[in-house]
């Protein structure tokens, strides 16, 4: 098959042709969007870094980012208005000053049980699966769309790799399916390893002893679809690291910690590895935040005494268990 000669001449990957491809066919993803994700992509150790205030740029860039949001806070998007007709219709409309959602809803985590990550990673056929907002409560990025979804990428943590003192290992990021894992295997082959459902799984189940977090997550420039399981410790992490400063960039499991009481002996090993801050001693035995807990289970996977299991929470968002939507969808 021959190659397009601009391809050739600018040497564009096939990774990259790859993900151009799905840019040009998903719904309402523009040059913007397909920009962002390219970028995001091709440098997430940077763009992480700098998201994270970990790199040094962003101490000499931070007087230029005050001075750029304080010149955007003059002009909020309801102020904006969009003209209707003349030479330009439309000239003012600007996705990042009109547009409602928050930084959250253009990136954003799903916490999964143990089962449930499995679940996904051992997926032996394409999914397409939308309109999930009973799941992933956010306004964008929110498909569950996977093609080829055996093919998936062990990738060193951009968190855990911004950090001076990171957590190991750092291979815990699993990248799923097509465009995906071509592209990043193709930009970072020194950071990243093909692996088998088989290994995803192994990773995941280590990663739970180590009392860590697992996590599916969408993003918008990712053609607003879900692209990876991370594996998040609370020190790393900064989406965790966000949810704790106020941005909900996390959404529940669906699930809640509950005690039994009669098994508690208040030994606090929950309260010390809960990663979320969300146990706290309580008369001789402990108590569960409702309101902070996001059903991740690593508090049962640690209680000596099998006092803590999860229960499912009807006030949250649906739990992702891939084989029960699947089946709904039917």
Not at 189 to 199: L, M, N, V
Not at 301 to 317: E, I, N, Q, V
């Amino acid at each position: 098959m021959k190659t397009n000669p601009i391809l050739r001449i600018f040497k564009i990957s096939s990774g990259t042709r790859a993900g151009l491809r799905e840019a040009a066919r998903t719904p309402g993803f523009g040059l913007i969007d397909t920009l962002h994700g390219y970028i995001y992509g091709r440098w997430p150790y940077l763009f992480i870094s700098v998201g994270l205030g970990e790199h040094r740029l962003v101490r000499l860039m931070r007087p230029i980012i005050n001075v750029l949001f304080n010149a955007l806070s003059r002009f909020p998007a309801d102020n904006i208005r969009i003209e209707t007709s003349g030479p330009r219709p439309g000239r003012l409309q600007n996705r990042f000053f009109l547009r409602k959602e928050t930084f959250a809803d253009t990136y954003h985590g799903k916490v999964l049980r143990l089962p449930a990550a499995k679940k996904l990673v051992t997926v032996n056929k394409d999914i397409h699966l939308t309109e999930m907002e009973k799941v992933i409560p956010y306004r964008l990025a929110r498909d569950l769309i996977l093609k080829k979804p055996d093919r998936i990428l062990a990738l060193e943590c951009p968190c855990r790799s911004a950090r001076a003192d990171p957590c190991l290992p750092l291979d815990v990021c699993l990248i799923m399916g097509e465009p995906f894992v071509s592209f990043v295997a193709q930009h970072h082959a020194d950071k990243s390893r093909r692996i088998t459902s088989g290994e995803a799984c192994g990773i995941l189940e280590a990663e739970a002893r180590r009392g860590h977090v697992h996590h599916a997550f969408f993003k918008e420039g990712t053609f607003g679809r879900f692209f990876a399981v991370c594996n998040c410790c609370e020190c790393c992490c900064g989406a965790m690291q966000a949810q704790r400063n106020g941005i909900p960039m996390l959404a529940s499991s669906g699930y809640i910690s509950v005690v039994d009481e009669d098994k508690c002996e208040a030994c606090g090993a929950c309260v010390a590895k809960c990663p979320f801050g969300a146990i706290e001693p309580a008369d001789s035995k402990v108590q569960i935040d409702r309101q902070i807990c996001m059903g991740c289970g690593v508090c049962s996977g640690f209680c000596p005494h099998g006092a803590l299991s999860l229960k499912r929470d009807r006030t949250r968002s649906d739990p992702l268990e891939v084989d029960q939507l699947i089946g709904e969808q039917k």
